[in-house]
């Protein structure tokens, strides 16, 4: 039988002399991995107090961060994995709502929540670049391993959303689901005792503990780990390792792929990812040039596991439902969508048909909710239903499609315009490192199609040709041409990498950086907008009565 909680996949490895985690400087097996983790759930246990317990891991990917998560499972515990790009009130309101009970942080991480009202006396911060934390640590160290009143349904980790979409939500995670899907997921992702696995995602989101950590730990292969994501230090990292396996999201393979290449980029031990949101396109051109294949799948935090893999899927699909309620449907009318029809580029002809949201008729039991937050949870548990809140369509075959969040169409002219495809056409272009697609209201009605891209130092926009390029592409429907054009040499992210979406589509054409704007028709032809040309579409708001709607 598998095992029913982290605890007891922790214990399962004490005295495993097999390899368990890596970094540049040492290396530790899984027998003092766990050893680690039970000294630092001893002192957990005996700074527990009344109330949730929760402990909040303000960190670096390093090996505290592993240890705490290890700690955490074998004391009963919850991590919270606060996010180190969040600054001030943003910073505080999580920590806040969440509870916490103790800080494991650094003396940067301190240095951060100086000044913050978290609820948390600094007294109850353990900053492990101090002598008292040796201290504390010393103490403790020796302990065995314990995991009372631990079960399946024992709080493991509160997951804070990325808000590329709106406020942080804490998704809670149990040890049993967090244990059910290393089983899992250690099986979809081929992940065996010999890989692996380097994590430059970083551990406060649910890619890095769901895809990686817990499968190596259910099949104790190894953790290779870095602090950070370093685009220039990838293939290093793989060799130092010997890495086999590894976890993404798409704007980190843009990244990697914007290196210059070398004749022996294939030299390597990598054969496989997982991750989200690179494009096709990207993952043709990562396999010629470092013989890895990437793994696009579907899933979140709150609900993974909806869709099954399918070894000869067509390009671009993310499965076959997994059981027989997951379902894309009219949110409107909660009728099961009708397939869609595609054209010869795989462009949805019936989008107001065939588009819904993806639902679990049967998933509200699984979902187990986000902390403290009853409004958020009414969203995503409707009728009984469990609802994604992502966009998607499904073939003839039964495949699957991902269409985009439910913020990802655009109403151009009486039709629907999908952000995701102009998106992934944008980056089939060399020259754009990362691109973000969203509406932006239009001065007389509906909305317009603006783009944002990331382009490498020393390059200028108008070396792209966006025009020419545009031209090019077959399955660019007349409308998804993007009529501003936001370019940037490192447009905003969240700390896992993602595009803060939401945010540039808040700031439109009024960022600081660069705007292009084509404002006629036929060929697309892009200009420079001045401060003139801001003011004037500003007034052509007014004059229709669209004021409320600018950006």
Known sequence: MPHQTIADLLLARAGDGHPGLLTRDRSWTWGEVVEESAARASWARELRTEGPFHIGVLLDNEPE???????????????????????????????????????????????????????????RFL???????????????????????????????????????????????????????????????????????????????????????APALTAGSTIALTRKFSASGFLPDVRRFGATYFTYVGKAIGYILARPGTADDADNRLTHAFGTEASPEDATRFLERFGCRLIEGYGSSEGAGMLKRVADAPAGALGRPAR?????????????????ELDSYGRVLNPEEAIGEIVDTEGAARFEGYYDNEAANAERVRHGWYWTGDLGYVDGAGYFYFAGRSGDWIRVDGENISALLTERILRRHPGVVAAGVFGVPDPRSGDQVMAAVEIAGGTRFEDLDL??????????????????????????????????????????????????????????????????????LRGEFLANGRGRFLP
Request: aromatic share 6%; with cysteine.
């Open 65 to 123: 961060y592993l240890f705490w998560l290890g700690a955490a499972a074998l004391a009963g515990a919850a991590v919270v994995g606060i996010n180190p790009t969040r600054r001030g009130a943003e910073l505080e309101r999580e920590v806040r709502h969440t509870d916490c009970q103790v800080i494991v942080t650094d003396r940067a991480g301190a240095a951060l929540l100086d000044g913050l009202d978290i609820g948390v006396d600094p007294g």
């Open 127 to 213: 900053v492990l670049d101090t002598p008292a934390y040796t201290a504390g640590l010393a103490a403790h160290t020796g302990r065995p391993p314990a995991a009372p009143d631990v079960a399946a349904t024992t709080r493991m980790l509160l997951l804070l959303t990325s808000g590329t979409t709106g406020a942080s939500k804490a998704a809670i995670c149990s040890q049993g689901r967090l244990a059910a899907l290393g089983a899992a997921n250690s099986a979809k992702y081929d992940i065996t005792r010999e890989d692996v696995c380097y994590c430059p995602m970083p551990l406060f989101h649910g890619n890095a503990l769901m895809a990686l950590w």
């Open 324 to 340: 027989d309620g997951v379902r894309i449907v009219n949110p409107t009318t909660r009728l099961t969508c009708p397939p869609a």
């Open 467 to 536: 025009p020419g390029f545009l031209e090019g592409q077959q399955d660019l429907g007349t409308k998804g041409a993007p009529r501003f054009v936001r370019v940037s040499h490192a447009l905003p992210t969240t700390g896992s990498n993602k595009l803060r979406k939401k945010e540039m589509q808040l700031e439109g054409w009024r960022t600081g950086d660069t705007v292009y704007r084509w404002a006629g028709r036929g060929r697309p032809a892009y200009t420079p907008m001045t401060d003139d040309d801001k003011a004037a």
